[in-house]
T-cell receptor
Framework: NAGVTQTPKFRILKIGQSMTLQCTQD?????MYWYRQDPGMGLKLIYY???????DKGEVPNGYNVSRSTTEDFPLRLELAAPSQTSVYFC????????????FGPGTRLTVL | AQSVTQLGSHVSVSEGALVLLRCNYS??????LFWYVQYPNQGLQLLLK??????LVKGINGFEAEFKKSETSFHLTKPSAHMSDAAEYFC????????????FGRGTSLIVHP
C-alpha cells in the first residue's frame, strides 16, 4: 500500500490565485481529514469527511472547499489565495472513528506571496 | 468537549537521559489517547495509543505512556534518549461514543543533545 499520498509537495502561489491540493489513500478508509499546521499551533482541522459524498467543516474552513466523490480522493481547493493561508497542509485518513489510528500524508508546503 | 494540553513547547535532554513529555486531557466521556511523532519534513505517525485495558502502553522505538484517569494525564516517557528521537511529538484525544474528530495538542519539540 502507498498509504496516503499528497501532491504537490511544495507550491508557491500569488495572492488571488487558486489551486487544488490532492490527497489519495489506498486503504479503503471511510474517514478523511485536512489539517493545516502552523509553527507552535499544532494541527488545525479544516474539513473532514466520513464517507464519499459527505463532508463537513472543521475548525478553520474559511477560504477552503472540499469534495469527496470517491472513497480514495479528498481534494482541498483554495479559491483566492491569501498570505494567511501560507502553511503546511496534511491530509489524513482513518478506517473508522474512536479507537482507530489516523494515517497521515507527507504534507504540502504552501507559500502565498 | 475534549481538549489536550501539552506542557512545554520544547523539551531538551542529553543523549542517554530520561525523556518525559507531558500531556493532560479533558474529556466528558472515557477517552482514547494517542501519541504521534513527526520527524522533520514528514507527516505524523503513530507512536502508541490507549483505548481500554492496561493503562501502561508500549509503543515503537522504546516509548511508553501511562493513562492516569485520576490525574487526567497521558505522559510519554523513554528511559534513554537517542539522537534519532529528536522530533515533534503530538498528544491527541478521541472520545468513546462517536466523535470522529481527534483533538490534538500544540506539540512538543524534543531536542536531544550529544
Amino acid at each position: 500500500n502507498a498509504g496516503v499520498t499528497q501532491t504537490p509537495k511544495f507550491r508557491i502561489l500569488k495572492i488571488g490565485q487558486s489551486m487544488t491540493l490532492q490527497c489519495t489513500q489506498d486503504m479503503n478508509h471511510n474517514y478523511m481529514y485536512w489539517y493545516r499546521q502552523d509553527p507552535g499551533m499544532g494541527l488545525k482541522l479544516i474539513y473532514y469527511s466520513v464517507g464519499a459524498g459527505i463532508t463537513d467543516k472543521g475548525e478553520v474552513p474559511n477560504g477552503y472547499n472540499v469534495s469527496r466523490s470517491t472513497t480514495e480522493d479528498f481534494p482541498l481547493r483554495l479559491e483566492l489565495a491569501a498570505p494567511s493561508q501560507t502553511s503546511v497542509y496534511f491530509c489524513a485518513s482513518r478506517p473508522e472513528g474512536g479507537t482507530d489510528t489516523q494515517y497521515f500524508g507527507p504534507g504540502t508546503r504552501l507559500t502565498v506571496l | 468537549a475534549q481538549s489536550v494540553t501539552q506542557l512545554g513547547s520544547h523539551v531538551s535532554v542529553s543523549e542517554g537521559a530520561l525523556v518525559l513529555l507531558r500531556c493532560n486531557y479533558s474529556s466528558s466521556v472515557p477517552p482514547y489517547l494517542f501519541w504521534y511523532v513527526q520527524y522533520p519534513n514528514q507527516g505524523l505517525q503513530l507512536l502508541l495509543k490507549y483505548t481500554t485495558g492496561a493503562t501502561l502502553v508500549k509503543g515503537i522505538n522504546g516509548f511508553e505512556a501511562e493513562f492516569k484517569k485520576s490525574e487526567t494525564s497521558f505522559h510519554l516517557t523513554k528511559p534513554s534518549a537517542h539522537m534519532s528521537d529528536a522530533a515533534e511529538y503530538f498528544c491527541a484525544v478521541s472520545e468513546l461514543g462517536g466523535s470522529y474528530i481527534p483533538t490534538f495538542g500544540r506539540g512538543t519539540s524534543l531536542i536531544v543533545h550529544p
